[in-house]
């Protein structure tokens, strides 16, 4: 027998530690979009978000399966800098060919979130401390590779993993419209996404019903599913009026896609969370422990590997300073999409959420011109504040 349906308000209450970052979130964007009078919706300025908080996004992925499982990684932003370092000086100073710079840069990362990994789940010494060292070890390590001087500039090969744009490939529309340019691809593909994502939630949403276990009132399920797909395309087709859809955009599509699979459908991501949630009964009932950790700040080098290249071909030089302060970012957006600080709680689309809270924030008060000083602060406060959330929501349901 299926269970009552609760009402729009009352499932809402009853999720709202789901649900409450995605509405901080609209809510966010429509008061800067509000008090910037229209520049933050901008075409152009739509893209910059967006290449602008890609490593960030990147590096959130892989941030959330460490805290998930109990840990945290303070070094990500040291192993941007290192990592794009290396590239750089693999690139420009040696002549070595883009695509075996990147496999290498890849690799490197991944070794040293093995190495870091190893520390911490084989030898039991606590990933802050791990970690810790990481982040200064991997700072001088960026100084020294660079001498204490900026390296670049790269080819435009290299650039385009971070500033290139998905081409064009349907009939120029634009002059019919009276526009100066529309990327009828980009708007194709955008109308392709939200439409699969409303054919998977009608799946799932069945699926669901024929056991019943469809709780969620129907008329939030098409409001919900028909926002989002609204929004998809709405942000499609102003990207199309500029230039398009940015490689880096396609690129965290896939990565967070290919992450949500891990985290919903497979059992390695299934034991990642009972390993946080209870690491000595998930030990007791057979899971490798130690090989999940390990792995999990294996993937964490991985990803703000990515993240380094990304970051230099944006800038299209190293720096000694890339990296700096990242890890804070990263952890913040991790925790003010919903992750728990004990472990075992947290979600892809939440740690997303959480990154685009931060980038939107930072995006709208640089264009009012608030200082650094101020947006410091006031990053702080939002994270204080999502933390507060999280114990609230606890306490209310223990």
């Given at each position: 027998m299926?269970?009552?349906?609760?009402?729009?308000?009352?499932?809402?209450?009853?999720?709202?530690?789901?649900?409450?970052?995605?509405?901080?979130?609209?809510?966010i964007?429509?008061?800067?979009?509000?008090?910037t009078?229209?520049?933050l919706m901008r075409?152009?300025?739509?893209?910059?978000?967006?290449?602008?908080?890609?490593?960030?996004?990147i590096?959130?992925?892989g941030?959330?399966?460490?805290?998930v499982?109990?840990?945290?990684?303070?070094s990500?932003?040291?192993?941007?800098?290192?990592?794009?370092?290396l590239?750089?000086?693999?690139?420009?100073?040696?002549?070595?060919?883009?695509?075996?710079?990147?496999?290498a840069?890849?690799?490197?990362?991944?070794?040293?979130?093995?190495?870091q990994?190893y520390?911490?789940a084989y030898?039991?010494?606590?990933?802050?401390?791990?970690?810790?060292a990481?982040?200064?070890v991997?700072?001088?390590?960026?100084?020294?590779?660079?001498?204490?001087?900026?390296?670049g500039p790269f080819p435009?090969?290299?650039?385009?993993?971070?500033?290139?744009?998905?081409?064009?490939?349907?009939p120029?529309?634009?002059?019919?419209?009276?526009?100066a340019?529309?990327?009828?691809?980009?708007?194709?593909?955008?109308?392709?996404?939200?439409?699969?994502?409303?054919?998977?939630?009608?799946?799932?949403?069945?699926?669901?019903?024929?056991?019943?276990?469809?709780?969620?009132?129907?008329?939030?399920?098409?409001?919900k599913?028909?926002?989002?797909?609204?929004?998809?395309?709405?942000?499609?087709?102003?990207?199309?009026?500029?230039?398009?859809?940015?490689?880096?955009?396609?690129?965290?599509?896939v990565?967070?896609?290919a992450?949500?699979?891990v985290?919903?459908?497979?059992?390695?991501?299934?034991?990642?969370?009972a390993?946080?949630?209870?690491?000595?009964?998930?030990?007791?009932s057979?899971?490798?422990?130690?090989?999940?950790?390990?792995?999990s700040?294996?993937?964490?080098g991985?990803?703000?590997?990515?993240?380094g290249l990304?970051?230099?071909a944006?800038?299209?030089?190293?720096?000694?300073?890339?990296?700096?302060?990242?890890?804070?970012d990263?952890?913040?957006?991790v925790?003010?999409?919903?992750?728990?600080m004990?472990?075992g709680?947290?979600?892809?689309?939440?740690?997303?959420?959480?990154?685009?809270?931060?980038g939107?924030?930072?995006?709208g008060?640089?264009?009012?011109?608030?200082?650094?000083?101020?947006?410091?602060?006031?990053?702080?406060l939002?994270?204080?504040?999502?933390?507060?959330?999280?114990?609230?929501?606890?306490?209310?349901s223990?």
């Open positions: 299926a269970a009552p349906r609760a009402s729009v308000g009352a499932y809402l209450k009853n999720n709202m530690r789901q649900y409450g970052m995605l509405l901080a979130l609209v809510a964007m429509v008061f800067f979009q509000i008090v009078n229209g520049t075409p152009v300025n739509l893209t910059n978000l967006f290449l602008q908080n890609s490593y960030i996004v590096m959130a992925l941030m959330l399966l460490v805290i499982a109990g840990h945290i990684d303070l990500v932003g040291s192993v941007v800098g290192f990592v794009g370092a590239a750089a000086v693999m690139i420009v100073n040696w002549h070595l060919p883009v695509a075996l710079v990147v496999v840069s890849l690799a490197t990362g991944v070794v040293i979130g093995m190495a990994g520390w911490v030898w039991r010494i606590p990933s802050f401390i791990v970690t810790l990481g982040m200064l991997f700072r001088g390590a960026t100084l020294w590779l660079l001498d204490g001087q900026s390296v435009q090969v290299f650039q385009l993993i971070s500033t290139g744009f998905i081409p064009d490939v349907l120029d529309i634009a002059p019919l419209f009276g526009m340019r529309f990327n009828g691809t980009a708007f194709v593909i955008g109308l392709l996404v939200a439409g699969g994502i409303l054919a998977l939630a009608t799946r799932a949403r069945a699926r669901a019903a024929a056991h019943g276990m469809a709780d969620e009132p129907f008329a939030f399920f098409v409001g599913n028909g926002l989002i797909a609204l929004a998809i395309a709405y942000i499609s087709f102003l990207l199309a009026t500029y230039r398009g859809l940015p490689n880096v955009l396609i690129t965290m599509a990565l967070i896609l992450y949500m699979f985290t919903n459908s497979t059992t390695a991501g299934r034991r990642i969370y390993i946080g949630g209870n690491e000595k009964a998930a030990k007791l057979g899971i490798k422990t130690e090989r999940l950790v390990f792995l700040f294996a993937n964490m991985l990803l703000a590997a990515l993240a990304i970051f230099a944006r800038l299209n030089t190293a720096t000694p300073k890339a990296g700096v302060s990242f890890e804070l990263v952890i913040a957006a925790f003010i999409g919903g992750a728990s004990s472990g709680v947290g979600t892809i689309v939440g740690a997303v959420i959480g990154a685009f809270i931060m939107v924030m930072n995006n008060m640089s264009i009012l011109g608030i200082g650094i000083d101020y947006q410091q602060v006031i990053k702080g939002v994270l204080l504040v999502a933390v507060i959330f999280d114990v609230y929501n606890k306490s209310r223990a």
